[in-house]
Each structure stands twice: as C-alpha cells, then as structure tokens.
C-alpha cells in the first residue's frame, strides 16, 4: 500500500507543453507512473511524447479517465486550473508552481472545500509526492528511494530528500513521501497526510519535516496525540532563522514569539514525538524506534 | 513587502478609509512647505520600518513654521535602529478622544482572513492579546462572501465601540477589509484607530504588508517599501531572482531550497559556527546562477569561509560543480569552501571539482561533515 497514488493513478498535467512541465511529466512516465494526457488550451489535439493534450480539464478528464492532475502552469493562472480540475472532478490535485498569491491559494481552498469535497489538492509549491516503485507525480528525484515501512510529510522539498537520504542510507525505504509545500495555505495539511498514514497498513513509522512559520506544526502535534497509534519522528528546520524574515518559503517567517522552531519543537516533544535536531539525527530516532 | 506609514495610508485614502490630510517630503524646505499648506499644528513623523520612532524621537509635533524646521532638521538623517529616516509624512495633527484597534490578516490556522477588533488602541495589542484576550474581537470572515456590514457592525458592537461611532467604526473595518482584498494584502492594521471630539473615525497610522507574488497584479505598488533601508546584497539579490537574508555571522552558506537551506544554518550553528547568510539558489540552478550566486556571498566583507550544501533534485550537481570553477576564475576567492554535492549528476559534479583542483576548496561527504569542516576552516582564517 501507499498514499494517495499508486497503482491506480491516472495522471495529467496542466502546463505539460512547458519546459519544466514536460520534462518532469516525462519522468514521472519512466518511473512508471501512468500519464494519460496534458492541458493546454492553444495546443489541444496536438501530444507530447505521444501523451494527447487536450483544451481544458473538463475535456480531459472525459477523454483520458485522469483521476490526478499535476499543475505547472505560472503562477497567474495556476489556482484557477487548480479549479478547473476539481470542477472536472479530479480527486487528486498536485500544485507543483511556486510564487501563486496567497489570497489565490485562500480562495482556491475555500472553494474546493465547500463546492468540491472529494477533492483534494497538495501544495501549491510542492515538490508532488512519490510512492516508490509505484508512482511518482511532481519533482521528485526517485532514485533516492526504495519501497519500504516509512511514510514521509515535509513543508520542504529538498529537506525531503535529505531526510530521506539518511534513512536510505541505513536501509530504511518508503511507504510514500509527500511534499504539502511551503505557502501560507496549503491545500493539504500535516494532519490531512498524517491521518492517511495512520490508515495505511504498510506505514509503521511517520516522519514529519516541519519549518519556521505558522502554526500546523503545533496543531500536528496534538493531533497526533489524540488520533495516531503509529510512532511519529519530527524535525524543524529554521532554529536560527531571524525575526521578520521571510526565509524563501513565503510561509516561512517567525513573526514575535510566533511560528519559532523551538515552540514547534516542544508542541511537539510535549505530545511525545521525538524531534531530531538534525536530518541524521532523524534517522538515529528512526533508527532506534524501528531497529536497524 | 512592509509598506512605509504614508504609503500605507495612501492606500487607504484610496479604498475610503478616513486619514489625516498630509504629504510626504524628503527635504527641511518641502517639510516647511507642506507644513504650511496643510496648516498647524501638524505633525512630522519620521517614515522607517521599525517600531519604537516615537521614543527615538522620530515623531513631533509642531505648531508653527520654526518648529516645523526644527524638527523636520532634527528627524531627517536620523538613525533609528539603523533605518535613516530620508522620508518624513506631515499631517494635520488630531486631537483624540479614543484609541481603538484594528486589523485584518490572513488566519493560517482557518484559512480565512481574520478581522481583528478591540478599544484598547495605541498600545502593544500583543500585550492586549495576551492580558485581556476578552477585549481583543477576532472574527474569521469567509473569502467567498467577504466581510458583510452586519458583520462588521456585529464586531464593533461586541467590541464595546462607543455606542454613537459603531457606524463609523463598521466603515473602517469594511474599508480596510477592501484594502486588504484589493490590494492583495498580507496585513493592514491600524493602531491607533482614533475617534476625535466631533466623533470621526479615523487612521492615525497604517501598517500594510503586500504580498510580493501578487505585485504582478499591482504594478502601481512594485516601487513602494523601503529600498534605499534595505541591505544592498538583498537588493542585488533580489533582482537576480535569487533569495538571499543578511545574518550577522562569517560562514557564508548557499544551498537549494529553502528547508534545506535553514537546516544547513541550523547545523552549521550547532556545530559552534555563525552563518554570515541564507542564501537559496532555487531549483534548477545553471552555472551562471550559481556563479552569481558566489559573488553575492562574497560581496559580504565579514564571510571567512562559506558552505555550499546540494543536495540536487532538479539541481544538478554537475551544473553547479561548473558554475563553481568559473566563480573561481571570475572571482579568485581568498577564503575557504567546504562544498558537499549529494543527488542528481553528483558523481559528474564531484569529478568536475576534483579535476578542477580549485585551491582552498574541501568536499565534504555528509552535512553534518561539511558543517564541522566550514566553522574549523572560518576560524582558521579570522
């Protein structure tokens, strides 16, 4: 088993005729994953590597069966494909584009949430999620990765693959890992991940990868403390980070005593997960809990 | 982006929000003259982004045209925890009969904006949040329907606004709620919001952050801010379309994406050092970008060493193996590199690096390595 995509995954992608769109759409191919078709309003009837693009999701969906939609569209138009897709009944919404306006990515989630509830979207600025040897939808780099018991949620793309690089190199794999992005709102939360891990039988270990800013670390927390058996191993990036700062991410910024990584550290510790304060210290927890 | 005073009532004025006439200067003369247009007494407020100007002496008032001079000679140039003040905002002065508060900002926690109300005005409303949550209002508005007058009326009232300006203060929330929507706003609060003796509501000051991922739709905003107070190396930086933050340390770091780039501040600082930089080179970065990306680090006089921690998704090791050669050749750095190149093409990138045999340049295997290795070699060359 895996999270969110796996065997059954029907992918397209909006934005698949750009550079960075069908570059990763053809990799997310050779992993295996099952790409059935692209959006493209201007070039609708024409294909990519053999992969038909199509005028709008609505067409799309009809015409391909895509049950996941991966957006790398600019970020002025990103939310509302986002939307498009979820009209089109899409259940799986992967925002890979980074820089969309925070009150898009507002309205985009309101709306889904009252007008398209079988709809879920991950990120915007995510790097996608990947459940190895079955499928891979975004950007990234799967050949870090082995199929294994760790289930893997992270505000930060390359964090990611450091964490789980660690773990790899100690023989741990991968349930699914699953990058929800570094905005103000993102469409899928740690809870949101989290609880899909907690109901998938091969994930025996959850790893979360948190950052400075906001509060969905400390809401994880007691989230896990009341709703999830399974051992949980947490990390904070962003313990030096300055007041005020906005470091890269637009949702990473510590604002007063607010959003800090040593209150999310302790929301955390207070509820029983064990926080690394390094990526390698990450795996030595991991390590411990599971046995080498 | 953290708008100046002025530029935030600006703003305002322009979504019907009542503000103080006023104009903004940047000489004593033009002070002098705006002063006298507007007419005394009048206040000259000194236009910085940090708190505390009023204790600096950044804010006076003035009743006639000498003491205008006076202090607008006094407040420009000043120093106020190293903003120079180079813009001062003359208005009519108000008189006051009470300070509220006000605010709308986005709600992570709800997803949903957040209007913010309370009749303890003009003080640290953190203090009034963490004291008296009782009389601080916040009211979660939906984004699809937008904050009704009702609603805000509702606020007002359970706010405990004075029972003959609840209309009045029901404008101003819907107004700046408008500012917020309209001008894609992070923040815009008001502190204080005053009532004065005839009963008008009204901004004494405005603090408006605007999200910079939405200036494409605000051309007219692109230019405001504070950029002749903002670091130069974050200036060029920012042009350059790469994500660099001034830190007071000597280890310059550069890494690829922003969680990894905190955690490699993290663990540098753990292993005793002080990064001089953040410094997000982004996915994807070519030769090019990673040599510009160099010249900033080093463009900070205080860097005595400087990581560079990859761990290449869309990266490519290999890429920035080259770009780092030619940093070498176009730059000559006298300080040491500890580069550590992990994912995508890294066995090409480490090659390029060893053949290059760049001088001062140490690859590390592990972060943890890498990070021991740059706080030995800074300390080296102190």
């Known amino acids: 088993m895996s999270i969110l995509i796996g065997n059954d995954t029907k992918l397209a992608v909006a934005g698949i005729t750009g550079r960075e769109g069908s570059f990763h759409t053809l990799n997310n191919r050779a992993y295996g994953t099952n ?106 780099p799967a050949s870090f990765f082995k199929p294994g018991n760790v289930g893997v949620v992270s505000r930060s793309g390359t964090l990611t693959y450091q964490v789980g690089n660690e773990m790899a190199q100690r023989g741990f794999g991968n349930s699914s890992i699953v990058g929800i992005g570094g905005d103000p709102v993102p469409g899928s939360s740690f809870i949101d991940i989290i609880a899909l891990f907690e109901a998938d039988p091969e994930t025996e270990l959850i790893v979360m990868s948190g950052e400075i800013g ?49 209150a999310k550290a302790e929301a955390l510790e207070s509820q029983g997960v064990r926080v690394g304060r390094t990526p390698t210290q990450v795996a030595d927890i991991a390590i411990e809990i599971l046995g080498g | 982006m953290d708008l100046l005073e002025y530029q935030g009532k600006q703003l305002f004025g322009r979504h019907g929000l009542a503000v103080s006439d006023g104009q903004a200067v940047t000489t004593v003369d033009d002070a002098v003259a705006a002063a006298n247009a507007i007419g005394y007494p009048v206040v000259v407020k000194a236009q910085v982004l940090i708190g505390g100007r009023g204790k600096a002496g950044g804010v006076k008032l003035a009743s006639d045209e000498a003491e205008a001079r006076e202090h607008a000679t006094n407040i420009l140039g000043l120093d106020i925890k190293g903003h120079i003040v180079r813009t001062l905002w003359i208005e009519h002065a108000s008189d006051i009969a009470t300070e509220y508060y006000a605010s709308v900002l986005l709600d992570r ?76 706003a992070s923040l815009a609060e008001i502190n204080p919001l005053i009532v004065t003796p005839d009963r008008e509501v009204k901004a004494l000051d405005a603090k408006v952050t605007l999200d910079d991922n939405a200036l494409f739709r605000h051309p007219e905003n692109a230019d405001l801010g504070d950029s002749a107070n903002a670091d130069p190396i974050e200036l060029k930086a920012h042009e350059q379309g790469v994500i660099y933050v001034k830190l007071d340390g000597d280890i310059g770091i550069m890494g690829n994406g922003a969680g990894l780039v905190m955690s490699t501040l993290d663990v540098v600082k753990g292993a005793g050092g002080e990064p ?36 290449g998704g869309i990266t490519r090791c290999d890429e920035v193996a080259n770009g780092l050669v030619a940093a070498f050749a176009a730059l000559q750095p006298s300080v040491p590199f500890v580069v550590r190149l992990d994912g995508t093409n890294d066995v090409e990138g480490r090659r390029i690096l060893e053949e290059a045999a760049l001088p001062n340049v140490y690859a590390a295997t592990t972060m943890d390595g890498a990070a021991a290795q740059v706080v030995a070699l800074a300390k080296e060359s102190r």
């Open chain 1, 35 to 140: 790409v059935v078709g692209g959006v493209n309003p201007k070039k609708a009837g024409e294909d990519v590597d053999g992969i038909p693009v199509f005028a709008n999701w609505e067409d799309t969906v009809r015409e391909s069966g895509a049950n996941t939609a991966m957006i790398f569209v600019p970020p002025p138009f990103a939310a509302a494909s986002a939307l498009e897709a979820a009209q089109a009944g899409v259940e799986l919404v992967v925002i890979i584009t980074e820089g969309i306006p925070a009150h898009d990515e507002l309205k985009l989630y309101n709306t889904v949430k009252r007008d398209h509830p079988g709809t879920r979207v991950l990120g915007p600025n995510c790097p996608g999620l990947l459940s190895p040897g079955k499928a891979n939808v975004g950007i990234i």
């Open chain 1, 214 to 262: 906001g509060s969905a670390e400390e809401e994880a927390a007691d989230y896990i403390a009341a709703n999830v058996t399974k051992p949980v191993v947490g990390y904070i990036a962003g313990f030096t980070a300055p007041e005020g700062k906005t470091m890269g991410h637009a949702g990473a910024i510590v604002s007063g005593s607010a959003g800090t990584a040593a």
């Open chain 2, 109 to 184: 926690s709800a997803k949903k904006p957040l209007v913010m109300f309370s009749v303890e005005g003009g003080v640290d409303i953190e203090e009034v949040a963490e004291n008296t949550p009782e009389k601080l209002i916040r009211e979660n508005v939906d984004p699809l329907v937008g904050l009704s007058r009702e609603q805000a009326v509702d606020i007002a009232t359970r706010g405990g606004a004075d029972a003959d300006v609840i209309e009045g203060v029901a404008d101003a929330l819907v107004a700046l709620y408008t500012v917020w929507i309209e001008e894609d």
């Open chain 2, 276 to 311: 001089a930089n953040f410094l997000d080179a982004g996915g994807g970065s070519d030769a090019a970008k990673v040599t510009q990306a160099i010249e900033l680090i080093l463009s900070n006089e205080n860097v005595n060493a400087v990581l560079l921690n990859i761990f």
